[in-house]
């Protein structure tokens, strides 16, 4: 049972992360499920871009404000608050990371788990949920 209650929690935590990007109109939202995976570090790894310094700043905020709202929990480990190219976002179980569009362009990350399942979230279907 403790296993199932953790992947419940990985996926409520992600769903929540992703409301919070698109609180701040990030784009290219994609939810990699890396529960599939041996030695997946994490249930979810979760990208997003920003068009500028500002958004990705206020992207990443939005994450924050949302799961402590909603779930009340607290980013474990953020960096890259600095130069806000590539903010992670590391909640443990769940990894959010807010880009700048040629930053995410340049790391390709999405290429990094082949066997990892995508999904490519849409902004319009998610506002009428």
């Known amino acids: 049972m403790p296993v199932k209650k953790k992947q419940e929690n990985s996926e409520s935590l992600s769903k929540i992360i992703v409301e919070g990007m698109l609180e701040k109109k990030a784009t290219d939202v994609l939810v990699m499920d890396l529960r ?3 030695g997946s570090f994490a249930d979810f790894f979760i990208l997003c871009n920003g068009n ?16 402590e709202k909603h779930i009340d929990e607290h980013v474990w480990h ?17 990894v959010a990371n807010v880009f700048k569009k040629e930053t995410r ?10 066997d990892a399942k995508l999904n490519y979230i849409d902004p319009s279907k998610q506002s009428e949920q």
């Open 36 to 38: 599939g995976i041996n």
């Open 105 to 114: 362009a340049y790391y390709k990350l999405e290429q990094l788990w082949g």
């Open 78 to 94: 953020k960096e890259g608050h600095k130069n806000k190219e590539w903010i992670l976002l590391d909640f443990v179980n769940v």
């Open 52 to 67: 500028s310094d500002t958004q990705v700043d206020a992207i990443s905020d939005s994450i924050e404000e949302y799961v």
